[in-house]
């Protein structure tokens, strides 16, 4: 009785494990360090701060923004933006900049570019799917214009 209890267990934490990394992850790490004016590692503690995303270095439009308290330690942070306001509105298909204020105080500057993980550049390959002219898109759809199309086959038929 108790080895049934224990496979019934068992199956039940891998059955979440997989279900919980089948989902990507709609976050982005940020990392940063914070220092007073005099350019000193903030004291050790929390510290409520706002993350904005604009689509210029200076001035623009604010395109997303979230509050999170975050702790710092030895001046150092590294927060999950996304977790409190979804990143979803952004397509992330043109240059962002990110502006970080700490609790009352003004935005700092200058705004920080955001850029691309290494392997993100392969990503830039399935934008250009439709460019030879033979495909189309029709919201998240991609269809052949013309032609088959193979799926294990490098000779679709008919």
């Not at 940020?30 to 689509?55: C, E, H, K, S, W």
């Not at 509050?67 to 710092?72: H, M």
């Not at 609790?103 to 200058?110: G, H, K, L």
């Amino acid at each position: 009785m108790c080895r049934s209890m224990l496979a019934v267990a068992m199956i039940a934490v891998l059955l979440s494990a997989t279900s919980a990394t089948a989902q990507i992850p709609e976050t982005m790490s940020f990392q940063g360090v914070l220092l007073d004016a005099g350019g000193i590692p903030v004291p050790n503690g929390p510290y409520d701060m706002t993350f904005r995303i604009y689509d210029a270095a200076v001035g623009g439009l604010e395109l997303w923004a979230e509050t999170q308290t975050v702790t710092v330690t030895d001046g150092i942070y590294d927060v999950h933006l996304g977790q409190v306001t979804s990143l979803s509105g952004l397509a992330f298909d043109k240059p962002y900049w990110i502006g970080i204020s700490v609790a009352a105080d003004p935005e700092m500057s200058p705004r920080y570019a955001l850029e691309t993980a290494p392997y993100a550049f392969r990503a830039k390959y399935s934008d250009a799917a439709g460019d030879d002219g033979d495909w189309a898109t029709n919201g998240p759809d991609i269809f052949r214009l013309e032609g088959n199309v193979g799926i294990g086959t490098s000779l679709p038929a008919e």
